[in-house]
């Protein structure tokens, strides 16, 4: 986290076991104000950002890894449902897109 006054950077929140590296993506929730994130290519796990606290948890876990090339995140209301998309690409696997419905 960056302060504009002091000109110096502080730690938010911790990173999970892995880390975030090239292909990471985020889909933001102003309702909720949580940050959905996906690691670097090779994981299978969503994670979850609370912004007011910084904590960071495991929010869920798709069928087969995700890699970098094409995998976005969207966070699409329906009808008052909210659901995020993963989208996941890359020439060597077959794509797919995962549905997976946000409760709080």
Wanted: aromatic share 24%; hydrophobic share 35%.
């Amino acid at each position: 986290m960056y302060s504009i006054s002091g000109n110096v950077w502080s730690t938010y929140s911790y990173k999970p076991t892995s880390y975030f590296n090239v292909g990471a993506s985020a889909a933001y929730d102003p309702e909720t104000n949580h940050v959905y994130l996906s690691l670097w290519d090779g994981q299978r796990y969503i994670y979850r950002l609370k912004l007011e606290t910084g904590e960071l948890e495991p929010f869920a876990r798709v069928p087969t890894f995700y890699v970098r090339e094409c995998r976005r995140l969207a966070l699409v209301k329906i009808d008052g449902h909210k659901f995020l998309y993963i989208f996941r690409g890359y020439e060597y696997y077959p794509w797919a897109v995962w549905r997976i419905p946000v409760y709080y």
